[in-house]
């Protein structure tokens, strides 16, 4: 802290310049910590109302990383989509949050990681399931899923 108020000394009488540099640097620092200058803006599903002007602190993200197929799964086209349920760990959000589900190579991946896209079905305030499916073929390598809620806490 560049501007520090210098501690008066016991005995000291009152000084009001000394209550004023005192107010001044409280009130400096409940601006500086003011949760109202951050606004966010919610909405989970085309059908609900937004829950515009909410308070970034009155805001809870949940983010993780998933495995997706065991080591080396051989996959193409016609192979069914994997199913990834996904629970927010606890996090309780008010309503479903703003999800979120990129698939990612971590290390050494495979070809055919490139092919993978996701569908997120069975979306509730306490979890998720992503459905991965591959358009290529090959031998699964290295295939993650980053997820990312962003909600209303209850």
Same mark, same amino acid.
């Not at 979120?100 to 092919?115: C, L, Q, R, Y």
């Not at 998720?128 to 806490?153: E, Q, R």
């Given at each position: 802290?560049?501007?520090?108020?210098? #501690?008066?000394?016991?005995?000291?009488?009152?000084?009001?310049?000394?209550?004023?540099?005192?107010?001044?640097?409280?009130?400096?620092?409940?601006? @500086?910590?003011?949760?109202?200058?951050?606004?966010?803006?919610?909405?989970?599903?085309?059908?609900?109302?937004?829950?515009?002007?909410?308070?970034?602190?009155?805001?809870?993200?949940?983010?993780?990383?998933?495995? *997706?197929?065991?080591?080396?799964?051989?996959?193409?086209?016609?192979?069914?989509?994997?199913?990834?349920?996904?629970?927010?760990?606890?996090?309780?959000?008010? @309503?479903?949050? *703003?999800?979120?589900?990129?698939?990612? %190579?971590?290390?050494?991946?495979?070809?055919?990681?490139?092919?993978?896209?996701?569908?997120?079905?069975? #979306?509730?305030?306490?979890?998720?399931?992503?459905?991965?499916?591959?358009?290529?073929?090959?031998?699964?390598?290295?295939?993650? #899923?980053?997820?990312?809620?962003?909600? %209303?806490?209850?």
């Amino acid at each position: 802290m560049a501007n520090k108020i210098q #501690l008066p000394t016991r005995g000291q009488p009152v000084d009001t310049s000394f209550l004023y540099k005192l107010a001044d640097a409280i009130n400096k620092v409940g601006e @500086a910590v003011d949760t109202r200058k951050g606004k966010s803006y919610i909405k989970a599903r085309a059908t609900d109302a937004a829950q515009s002007g909410s308070s970034t602190a009155n805001t809870s993200i949940f983010a993780s990383v998933f495995a *997706v197929v065991p080591a080396a799964a051989t996959v193409d086209a016609t192979t069914a989509p994997v199913t990834v349920p996904i629970d927010f760990k606890g996090i309780a959000f008010q @309503a479903m949050p *703003v999800v979120s589900v990129t698939p990612i %190579t971590i290390g050494d991946g495979a070809e055919v990681n490139k092919t993978a896209y996701v569908t997120i079905t069975d #979306l509730t305030a306490s979890q998720c399931t992503a459905h991965v499916k591959f358009t290529g073929t090959g031998s699964v390598k290295n295939l993650y #899923l980053h997820v990312i809620a962003v909600g %209303t806490p209850v």
